[in-house]
């Protein structure tokens, strides 16, 4: 049901998209998969409907029999015991992920019973204890955050061995790893977005401005300030080098000057971001941050500073949450990234059923991000409100 709702979103905001002209190809194509799985839902029940009117015995004998291998595949999964190790809680960006999550494994026939999901409280001990509960418990299917990617080898080991398949979210593993279930075919993947494409949608943003309405201090380069995540995470590694690409790459000079770890919070890149702008004062022209908390955060320390985004300063951050997309329409921010979780959410959990009903899975299953202005903000709100 939840689904479906978050389905229609999704077309309507495609329908807008293909009016209005805005946005890139990239942003039609997570939607078209959504349309396409919807007409999948839909489709017997419009059959079932005109059969009603227009009486055709094949229609109805092939409703019944689909009707009667949903109602298979339903029970089939209604008693599959799901584990979802999720790196910490508090986090703004997995707590959608995982609501969406939990939401949508209901909806494709899990009992919210047999879902549990657990906080690693971003550290990996803790991690690691759960997921040996969690084997010891038998669960059929297992979708793991890692707190640490660098541990994934680790996990991977004692979760094949228990024979459990392994879906890993968010925080992608290294090739190495990656290769490693490919060589071994074992039941393990990947589900998330390429966060380099976020990086340079955040740059993009930058360079559409153009080089003067950026270059504030007239020395003829961009002179910013950059909020990383956790810097283990490969997400926090991709953004901070395809953001900065991106205007070097349109022919643009920059200058860094300070690059600080923020952890993913809000708390953390107000402070950083505040003594950033102490230091550097008017100098400071654009500010990168590896994700909307963090943005949040440095907008707080922006306007504590007397400074305006959009008139003598530039704010970036990625996942669009709502607070976030409410500031790019007031123009408080320049731009975000939406990290599309509804997505993410559903194919990680597609991808547990494919295992669970011993279909399998490619080792890697990617997503788009979408570049977020204030152009389509409100299209993006609509959507993830
Ligand atoms: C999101 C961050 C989040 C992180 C957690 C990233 O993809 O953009 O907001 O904190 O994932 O791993």
């Excluded at 609501?99 to 001990?125: C, K, M, R, W």
């Excluded at 022209?285 to 907008?299: I, S």
């Excluded at 123009?331 to 991808?351: R, Y």
Aim: hydrophobic content about 40%; aromatic content about 8%; proline content about 2%.
């Amino acid at each position: 049901m939840k689904k479906k709702v978050v389905s229609l979103f999704l077309v309507a905001a495609m329908a807008a998209t293909m009016m209005t002209g805005c946005g890139d190809k990239k942003e039609a194509d997570a939607p078209a998969a959504d349309a396409a799985a919807d007409a999948g839902e839909t489709t017997p029940d419009a059959a079932a409907d005109a059969g009603e009117t227009t009486p055709d015995a094949g229609t109805e004998a092939a409703d019944a029999a689909d009707a009667a291998a949903d109602a298979a595949g339903d029970a089939e999964l209604a008693d599959k015991k799901v584990g979802v190790c999720i790196y910490q809680f508090s986090d703004n960006f997995m707590t959608l992920f995982r609501t969406e999550l939990e939401n949508y494994l209901v909806s494709q026939g899990f009992s919210a019973d047999n879902i549990t999901i657990v906080d690693g409280a971003n550290d990996q001990a803790t991690q690691t204890g759960q997921i040996d509960i969690f084997i010891a418990d038998k669960v059929d299917v297992l979708i793991i955050n890692p707190v640490n990617s660098s541990s994934a080898e680790t996990i991977t080991d004692k979760v094949v061995e228990a024979g459990i398949p392994l879906v890993y979210i968010n925080r992608e593993p290294d090739e190495a790893e990656q290769k490693r279930w490919a060589d071994n075919d074992w039941n393990v993947t990947y589900v998330g977005c390429d966060a380099r494409q976020s990086g340079t949608f955040q740059g993009e943003m930058i360079v559409d401005l153009g080089l003067e309405a950026v270059d504030f201090n007239g020395n003829g380069k961009v002179d910013y300030i950059m909020v990383e995540g956790d810097p283990e995470n490969v997400d926090a590694q991709y953004r901070t080098e395809f953001s900065v690409k991106a205007l070097t790459d349109a022919g643009w000079e920059v200058e860094c000057l300070s690059d600080q770890v923020g952890n993913w919070q809000q708390d953390q890149a107000q402070q950083i971001v505040a003594n950033a702008l102490g230091q550097y004062g008017n100098d400071v022209e654009v500010v990168f941050c590896n994700n909307d908390a963090m943005a949040l955060g440095a907008l707080q320390a922006i306007q504590s500073a007397g400074r305006t985004v959009g008139t003598d300063i530039y704010l970036v951050g990625v996942d669009a949450l709502s607070e976030a997309l409410e500031d790019v329409l007031a123009g408080t921010m320049t731009g975000t990234v939406f990290n599309d979780h509804f997505s993410q959410s559903h194919s990680a959990a597609d991808a547990a059923i494919n295992y669970i009903k011993g279909a399998g899975n490619e080792h890697y299953i990617g997503c788009d991000y979408v570049k977020v202005t204030a152009e389509n903000a409100q299209e993006i709100l609509d959507m993830v409100k």
